[in-house]
């Protein structure tokens, strides 16, 4: 049993066994390096395929569909050996004899990388192929492409060394001025030989062929940019992978140990989460995936390049899976325990005789509380805070206010805590948490612009709500920032500006009306 | 001087002037070429007939033009030039006077030595 190939010779289709085949392919790589040298030497060759493919129909029938190394053999014997075709090898001779000693520009496919190009430039100019390729990478990049292009006009034009000869004439002495004078001279006078044999018909087969071997090239090219692309891709792949798995290193890490005076495992502990755990469960959920990046990208570099062996495999997808469902089940129980809502009123009287001037001041820091201002942990509105004592509390601005008549004949002030939990208890332990505390003394009533409350209590939506309700006919005073605080809907409803507002008299109606009582 | 090389050189004369006798009557393509010249047994080797069709048609001495066939792939048939056709009849001449040349001396060399 033979392997056949399959051939087409002159557009002839055959079935010719390997063994004939490789004679066949070394004949004809003979008789083209004998007529490499010249002119009209694929002509030549052309004419001889199909001649062969003529004497090979001739020798096949229905019995023999396939060529053996019998036909081929026979088929050389009657076509004859190159060198016996050379009826005038006269040594004087000096029109088909002219092999030039001088180098020609070929691809060179034993050291190609993409095409060839570069190692057919190093025959030909003598330099090492890294410094060509290291010039086409940089008209490559600061080129704006430039480099490609050559690239590929060389690639389409320059032909591949494929014969003896030509790899000896790639090869060959280097070139000098003479040479290249002599070459572009050759070179034009055989464009005009071409251009005056111009045939119809000729031309068409010419450009058939030719298209198709512009067609091959150009899928031969692409293939290679994809190649060429996919590698590239490959080493983005594993810096993406590396890069990720290194952020996420030094992210956990400088949460367990840069000393900011914050122990952040008992904080974690304090609102209710495992830090160690979950950093080690983001640690697998992020670096893992990055894991089979670098993974891929070195597969693709190199495709013989095998990992490890299916059982780590398992471990790590099943670390990833318990990762994520770890973090999402403490993900699921943060919004269980947001469910419910809850409100606790409270009021706050203010003493004073009906003469006074109640003077509302918003205090910032209340002088009780020392706070290590490097860190802050912020939840929405609700951050978290340490204290000199090194202890965590929440912290929250989200203290609104609101100024209106008091209908109850009372000065006071409505405090309203509000909280979420996973019910309605819950939320309401939560809300009477909430630490705040308005002093009063003689005319200044002091109003915290936050307000506190353990760390046990968790981050879950605390809010604060003041009501301001004043007498009519009772004046008092507001400073800029209590202004600050009002929500935008009671600046409106009072009616006056924040000029007519600020640090003036102000007083309400009979009738319920913000007044000015010193304004211009 | 090397016999072989005589030989060549005479065959190859002798060879393109056959080839432009025989495509002086009407255009052949290779293959038929090829049967004629093999009739005479003037041909060792077929690989022979390519270069020199080439050849003569880069010397414009020969030209071809395609034509289909019914049992192939399109066919050059070669044929005469003008040049060529003026060529040939030089050769003509010059094989006339040759023959008579070669005729007078190898008889009557032939007739001294019997």
């Known amino acids: 049993m033979n392997k056949t190939v399959s051939i087409n010779l002159s557009n002839f289709h055959f079935f010719i066994d390997e063994e004939a085949y490789k004679k066949l392919k070394s004949y004809l790589d003979r008789i083209r390096a004998s007529f490499a040298q010249e002119q009209g030497g694929d002509e030549i060759l052309q004419d001889i395929e199909s001649r062969l493919a003529e004497l090979f129909n001739e020798h096949l029938n229905d019995q023999a569909q396939v060529i053996t190394l019998k036909e081929v053999n026979d088929v050389i014997a009657i076509m004859g050996e190159p060198q016996e075709f050379e009826i005038d090898e006269e040594p004087t001779g000096e029109s088909n004899s002219k092999r030039t000693d001088y180098k020609k520009l070929y691809r060179d496919g034993e050291n190609e990388y993409i095409g060839g190009v570069c190692a057919g430039l190093q025959h030909y100019l003598g330099i090492n192929v890294v410094w060509i390729r290291l010039i086409f990478l940089l008209l490559l990049i600061f080129g704006t492409g430039v480099g490609f292009w050559i690239y590929i006009i060389l690639w389409i034009v320059v032909p591949e060394a494929k014969t003896t000869s030509q790899k000896l004439d790639m090869m060959g002495k280097p070139v000098n001025l003479g040479n290249i004078e002599k070459k572009v001279k050759e070179g034009f006078e055989e464009v005009e030989k071409k251009v005056k044999n111009v045939d119809a018909k000729e031309v068409e087969n010419v450009l058939k062929h030719n298209s198709s071997r512009f067609f091959k090239s150009l899928v031969f090219i692409l293939t290679k940019l994809v190649k060429v692309l996919i590698k590239v891709i490959g080493v983005i792949l594993i810096i993406a992978g590396a890069s990720g798995i290194a952020a996420t290193c030094i992210g956990l890490l400088t949460w367990s140990f840069i000393d900011i005076g914050v122990d952040f495992a008992q904080i974690f502990e304090q609102l209710g989460y495992q830090l160690g755990w979950i950093s080690i469960a983001a640690f697998f959920l992020i670096s893992i995936p990055m894991y089979y990046l670098i993974h891929l990208g070195m597969r693709i570099l190199s495709s013989n390049f095998k990992g490890h062996k299916w059982p780590a495999h398992i471990i790590l997808v099943i670390l990833f899976l318990g990762s994520a469902v770890f973090l999402s089940t403490i993900g699921i129980r943060e919004l269980q325990e947001q469910k419910k809502v809850a409100e606790v009123n409270s009021v706050e009287l203010i003493q004073t005789r009906a003469t006074d001037t109640i003077s509302f001041e918003m205090i910032n820091n209340n002088k009780s509380f020392n706070w290590n201002d490097n860190f802050d942990l912020n939840f929405d509105d609700v951050e978290i805070r340490i204290d000199k004592d090194k202890n965590g509390f929440l912290f929250s601005e989200e203290v609104k206010l609101t100024l209106g008549a008091s209908r109850n004949e009372q000065n006071q002030i409505n405090i309203i805590k509000t909280a979420r939990g996973k019910n309605k208890a819950l939320a309401e332990k939560r809300a009477e948490n909430i630490d705040y505390l308005i002093e009063s003394n003689s005319n200044i009533t002091l109003i915290p612009s936050f307000f506190t409350s353990p760390i046990e209590n968790k981050v879950r939506g605390q809010k604060l709500k003041l009501q301001i309700q004043i007498r009519p006919n009772t004046y008092f005073k507001l400073d800029q920032k209590v202004y600050n605080h009002f929500t935008y809907e009671n600046r409106r409803m009072l009616g006056l500006t924040r000029g007519e507002m600020i640090n003036h008299t102000l007083f309400f109606n009979e009738t319920y009306e913000l007044k000015c009582a010193d304004c211009n | ?114």
């Open chain 2, 1 to 114: 001087m090397k016999i072989e090389n005589t030989k060549a050189q005479m065959r190859k004369g002798i060879l393109e002037y056959c080839i432009l006798s025989i495509l002086q009557e009407h255009p052949l393509y290779a293959s038929e070429i090829l049967t004629k010249l093999k009739e005479v047994k003037l041909l060792v080797v077929e690989g022979t007939l390519y270069p020199l069709l080439t050849r003569l048609k880069n010397a414009e001495i020969l030209e071809y033009k395609w034509e289909e066939s019914k049992s192939g792939p399109p066919r050059k048939y070669y044929n005469i030039t003008p040049k060529g056709a003026s060529f040939l009849e030089e050769l003509h001449v010059t094989w006339g006077e040759l023959k008579q040349a070669v005729n007078n001396v190898t008889k009557n060399h032939h007739e001294q030595n019997s």
